[in-house]
């Protein structure tokens, strides 16, 4: 035992001996290289992010853009928009690494997430920013190309997808299981530009109730090249974010065009109400308008004293940049390709001051675009003052679509979509996708499709023109609908069917029962993809348990049940004693006993006391 050990020993010696034998011949290397170089110059050159982008070609590949658009009922639309181009290889400059990772692992081609919360006005707003493509429904929409050889493969890699990114975006998406998940079949299309042909696997899934909060935007944030601390990035701010009428941010992954490498376009859009954002800088925390400050419309005949209906304002509220996002726009990021550019698509009749340095330039759409310089002296804003010219909104929207539930009873129920084409020359075609929960079960055979009013030359086969759909199973998977439908010029449509509420077991409630599920909002894509609407979502009620009854159950139980041990447990243990073996008869003879006890004692102390001080004489 003892020779094994030393021979240990003399192989640790011999390879220390190595080892110095290496780093020393590596330290005269370096030293004659050294050697060899022009000395250093006195003053060296200072590091940059700007001599950065100057030194590494790759990281010209990246852009920003913020557009500002007033619309009616003074609001202001912000759009940010943010594209990377990068690959999946080892190298990362721009694009992130930690969203390459994931989507190597998960073998994913193509790649659409969206968190949307609140509600865009299309009758007031028109059409959504972008034609509705960056944004989605309410809560949290996914859906990818997954490649794999075979079904369950695929659901396996879009497994490990959610999951993944539930981690990177602090979102609930891995509740997205197979109930949640359906395969559009006609609604989605892929990018003409995948590289290879590959077999891809589209799957989709949402979650209506997921709440979008400032731990969603912060990774948000960090997959950007200046993290928020540098150009338009820097303007987002959780709280005004979250206290818009509507935002919406998403995250498309897509192969660029020219098929070298693969492009990721980040969109945070907002609608702001300015009077809100103005009253930020009297009181942080939103209060209640005082009364004296409350506009009322006198003209209506139930105006008094007591009721006020709230009058729009006559004229156009200012605004500027650091009064809606509470800070100006720190600079320009230094790894864009090109400046920051920020265009504000105001009425041409209303002026707009800028910070100077900044270099304007118009659209051919009309919107002024201005140019932020690489050094400037002051933080970049946009003032906007107040006018009396009428803000314009986007242009009609392809379709207005409405949702809502029909019927009464905890047992069944109905659906009832209301959809119309505003063109009065062009008929429309659109994919309609619903992707219901498999505790909501639809009738096939109730699904009606009309005009309304009705029109005898449009019966339903010429209005419907293919129907996809996929029944639900209990607790396995849910209920996929996908119709082709086209609505004639200047017509509204109604689709409806019934649907029949399933019972669930206790433990699948969620905390607040009473509330209701949420139900996914329907997806309309047209136009080969180029424009997409979003109905709102539905809050389904289901027959729900008394959840106070196994509490009281419990209660009464644990009662009686005490009761009767107690009844038997007391004569089984407890030591009866009859009358006449308790010393003392009464209680005033044991009072009596007690009284004299302690008289005895106070007597003998004295005693004791009085003994002790005659000795002592």
């Known amino acids: 035992m003892s020779n094994s050990v030393h021979h240990d ?136 190309w997954v490649e794999a050889a075979t079904d369950a493969a695929a659901d396996a890699r879009w497994t490990t997808l959610t999951n993944a990114l539930s981690g990177l975006f602090c979102a609930s998406l891995n509740f997205i299981d197979s109930t949640r998940t359906i395969r559009p079949v006609t609604s989605f299309a892929p990018s003409p530009h ?34 928020g601390k540098a150009g338009i990035s820097s303007l987002l701010s959780g709280h005004r974010l979250f206290d818009a009428q509507w935002q919406s941010m998403s995250i498309d992954v897509s192969p660029r065009p020219d098929g070298a490498g693969v492009q990721v376009v980040q969109t945070v859009a907002m609608v702001l109400d300015i009077e809100r954002s103005l009253a930020r800088r009297h009181s942080p925390v939103p209060l209640p308008v005082p009364v004296d400050e409350l506009r009322c419309d006198e003209s209506k005949w139930y105006a008094n004293a007591d009721t006020c209906f709230p009058r729009a304002a006559a004229s156009a509220l200012p605004w500027s940049l650091a009064e809606l996002f509470g800070r100006p726009l720190a600079g320009f990021c230094p790894l864009a390709q090109g400046r920051t550019h920020v265009c504000a698509d105001v009425p041409a009749a209303r002026p707009v001051f800028i910070t100077p340095g900044a270099a304007e330039t118009k659209t051919p759409a009309g919107a002024r675009c201005f140019t932020l310089p690489e050094q400037a002296e002051a933080p970049f804003d946009l003032i906007v003052p107040e006018s009396d010219a009428a803000d314009t909104p986007f242009p009609a929207p392809p379709l207005y679509a409405s949702r809502s539930f029909t019927g ?8 009832q979509a209301v959809l119309t084409n505003p063109s009065t020359s062009a008929a429309v075609e659109f994919v309609y996708l619903e992707s219901l929960p498999w505790f909501m079960k639809p009738y096939l055979h109730t699904l009606r499709i009309a005009l309304d009013p009705p029109d005898a030359a449009w019966p339903q086969p010429r209005l419907l023109r293919g129907l996809y759909y996929r029944p639900p199973l209990d607790r396995k998977r849910g209920t ?32 607040d029962a009473n509330r209701g599920f949420d139900i996914a909002p329907a997806v309309i894509t047209g136009g080969a993809g180029t424009w997409s609407v979003r109905t709102t979502s539905l809050l389904l009620s289901l027959p729900t348990p008394d959840f106070s009854m196994p509490y009281n159950v419990i209660i009464l139980s644990s009662t009686v049940m005490a009761m009767a041990f107690g009844g038997v447990f007391n004569p089984l243990v407890r030591r009866f004693v009859g009358a006449s073996e308790v010393r003392g008869r009464g209680r005033g003879e044991r009072i009596k006993a007690g009284v004299a006890r302690v008289v005895g004692g106070v007597r003998a102390a004295v005693g004791r006391w009085r003994e002790g001080k005659r000795k002592a004489e």
């Open 9 to 144: 020993d003399d192989d640790d010696d011999d390879t220390m001996r190595v080892l110095r034998w290496i780093s020393a011949l590596a330290l005269w290397t370096a030293l004659a290289a050294a050697a060899t170089q022009d000395p250093t110059p006195e003053t060296e050159p200072e590091y940059t992010a700007a001599a950065a982008v100057q030194m590494e070609p790759e990281y010209k590949d990246y852009d920003e853009q913020l557009l500002l658009k007033t619309l009616p009922g003074n609001s202001v639309l912000a759009s940010f928009r943010f594209t990377t181009n990068g690959t999946f290889s080892a190298h990362h400059s721009l694009f992130p690494r930690s969203l390459a990772q994931i989507l190597t692992h998960a073998s994913t081609r193509e790649l659409h997430l969206k968190f949307t919360l609140g509600r865009w006005n299309a009758e007031r707003w028109g059409a959504q920013i972008h034609n509705g493509t960056s944004g989605g429904g309410t809560g949290v929409e996914l859906w990818a």
């Open 194 to 227: 995948h590289a290879r042909p590959v077999r891809l696997h589209l799957l989709h899934g949402s979650l209506p109730r997921e709440p979008v909060c400032t731990e969603n935007l912060t990774p948000f944030l960090k997959l950007l090249p200046c993290s």
């Open 408 to 415: 009464h009873g905890q047992e069944h129920g109905g659906v």
């Open 480 to 511: 996929h609908l996908e119709a082709a439908l086209r609505i004639p010029a200047n017509s509204t449509l109604v689709l409806t069917y019934e649907f029949e509420k399933a019972v669930l077991r206790y433990t699948e409630y969620p905390p």
